[in-house]
């Protein structure tokens, strides 16, 4: 396989360990491992794990925790659900399953880069579908519609969306699933963010499995349960999709980490605890960073994000993403990430589930970088 560098992995990892301001990061402020074990006051748990014997686990995941996520859809079980090493795994199984060479793919453009990248890389024709600052990084569906041929095998969807922090409407979806339906083409929803709805937003739709056969849902414990260090997430999807994909995934991965498959079901059994931690903390972010983009509006701007953990920040100075991004990191510690990783020029991508101390010290070195930088000479955009 041909495949692109991942620019935004390659650039986070330039930086990512000296900085003292990650403020790009796409997940909420990851739980310590005492902190996850401590969510419930039942104390059988670590007992558990120090008596686990630590050999393979089962393939496709526990029983217990394919059907715990499986009830979490609609008209599903365990055994359409497989678990694998992030979504990342998920999404790449289903990519190199279902798609052949020459296969014609839509994919949502800005992105994570693996969702069209991977397709790509396989051999595929892959047009994008495309968040713009010109239609307000919303999704256009007749832009969509105009995209999809006779011939279209996957749409390519993420929503909430990584990097501007859009998010697809339920009717929305629902048009969408009745052009896979209608073209008899798969629907993959990549909802990395999902049960991530921010406060005074639209409430989210429901996952993109629960409106039929046509419809992958991929998720993950990485953003929403701020656990990306277990590396467990998940497909669920038809039944013959699952085995296809696990017959591909033996000369992977073979299984999940038997620990962090056990941990991943103990955060998912106390959800309600996680999402209200994750609600106060994107909740004082989401003031701070309102009050720093008025306060810095000479510089900054930005379409407030409907749903997930990131936003697209617009920057109004005569310089090119890469090496602003790469001054604040040297110089000021902060990391934002480079708009051209996503290819848009004079934007920075901002997470807004950091530390919330960490998120308003970084934001004002931000500021601090940006008027150096116009004092020393660069020219304000127009
Ligand atoms: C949209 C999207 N999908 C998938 C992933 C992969 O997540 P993980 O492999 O950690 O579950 C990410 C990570 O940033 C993401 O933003």
Known sequence: MQIETFQLERWMTTYELDVD?????????PLSLRELIELSDD????????????GYSEARGTH?????????????????????????????????????????????????QQLYSVPRGIGCQVDLWRLTPDNGFTFDLNALEDLVRPETRMIVLNTPHNPTGAALTDKQLRRIYE?????????????????????????LPGPGRNLGERAISTGTFSKPFGLPGLRIGWMIAPEEIVQRCWELRDYISLSPGKLNDRLALHALRNRERIFERNRRIVTQNLETIDLWIDENDRFVSWTRPHGGLLALLAYNLEIPS???AN????????????????????????????????????????????????????PLRS
Do not use: K
């Open 21 to 29: 301001y990650d403020i790009t990061e796409s997940g909420i402020y």
């Open 327 to 378: 001054r604040l990191a040297e110089e000021y510690s902060v990391m934002l990430a480079p708009g051209a990783a996503f290819d848009y020029e004079h934007y920075l991508r901002v997470g807004i589930g950091q530390r919330p101390d960490t998120f308003e010290a970084g934001l004002e070195r931000a500021a601090a970088c940006f008027r150096d930088l116009e004092a020393s000479g660069v």
């Open 43 to 54: 104390d059988a748990l670590l007992d558990e794990l120090l008596d686990t014997r630590l």
């Open 322 to 324: 890469q090496s602003l």
């Open 179 to 203: 052009m896979a339906e209608a073209h008899d083409l798969w629907l993959l929803c990549d909802e990395a963010y999902r049960w991530l709805e921010l406060p005074g937003a639209e409430a």
């Open 64 to 112: 217990e925790l394919r059907a715990e996520l499986a009830s979490t859809y609609a008209n599903s079980t365990a055994d359409n659900v497989l678990i694998t090493t992030g979504a990342i795994e998920a999404n790449f199984l289903l990519f190199n399953t279902l798609l052949t060479p020459g296969d014609h793919v839509v994919a949502v453009h800005p992105a994570y």
